[in-house]
T-cell receptor, first 109, second 114 residues
């Protein structure tokens, strides 16, 4: 079967750095997406990786290792508004997105 | 920019009732999707469409039907609602399924079946 694993919940301090990991086992790989979802709202796109390495977008960076089936999302200079769930999704061989259950990130002052 | 609009936002149904959820997008996207989101689980694909007049089954299609008569609209129907269909339903659309083009989501419909 196909599986995406992420930690259920993480806590970090305002101004700090946090890394959210995602491991996957899917039938094929055609890219990995990270989305942010605030409580009661729609998921919004953060980043996309298809080749190994680091993609940086302001305070957010995402890393991919296809050989290890592993990705992480790195959030720097954490702000209270970063409190949200972070969803990892892999596009499989059928070009469908397989979603992880999400990591709820709690930011404390 | 409206993006993806879902109606209604909330609904309570009794077991056995039927209803239709409407999704409209104004981005001229070919691909549209219906997902359900349940606590502790990832988004699960119910049905999807690769263009006007087409529909296909996703991971959890049982108990649902869809139609895409117009490119901008994608309807999700529940013919006989069951408590197991209590969930948050999200519609999404995308320009293509390759490359870095993301799916854009509506605000969701919170559906409770009593």
């Amino acid at each position: 079967g196909q599986n995406i694993d992420q930690p259920t919940e993480m806590t970090a301090t305002e101004g700090a750095i946090v890394q959210i990991n995602c491991t996957y086992q899917t039938s094929g790989f055609n890219g990995l997406f990270w989305y942010q979802q605030h409580a009661g709202e729609a998921p919004t796109f953060l980043s996309y990786n298809v080749l190994d390495g680091l993609e940086e977008k302001g305070r957010f960076s995402s890393f991919l290792s296809r050989s290890k089936g592993y990705s992480y999302l790195l959030l720097k200079e954490l702000q209270m508004k970063d409190s949200a769930s972070y969803l990892c999704a892999v596009r499989d061989s059928n070009y469908q997105l397989i979603w992880g259950a999400g990591t709820k990130l709690i930011i404390k002052p | 920019n409206a993006g993806v609009t879902q109606t209604p936002k909330f609904r309570v149904l009794k077991t056995g009732q039927s209803m239709t959820l409407l999704c409209a997008q104004d981005m001229n996207h070919e691909y549209m999707y219906w997902y359900r989101q349940d606590p502790g689980m990832g988004l699960r694909l119910i049905h999807y469409s690769v263009g006007e007049g087409t529909t296909a089954k996703g991971e959890v299609p049982d108990g649902y039907n869809v139609s895409r008569l117009k490119k901008q609209n994608f309807l999700l129907g529940l013919e006989s609602a069951a408590p197991s269909q209590t969930s948050v339903y999200f519609c999404a659309s995308s320009y293509q399924v390759e490359g870095g083009q993301p799916q854009h989501f509506g605000d969701g419909t919170r559906l409770s079946i009593l």
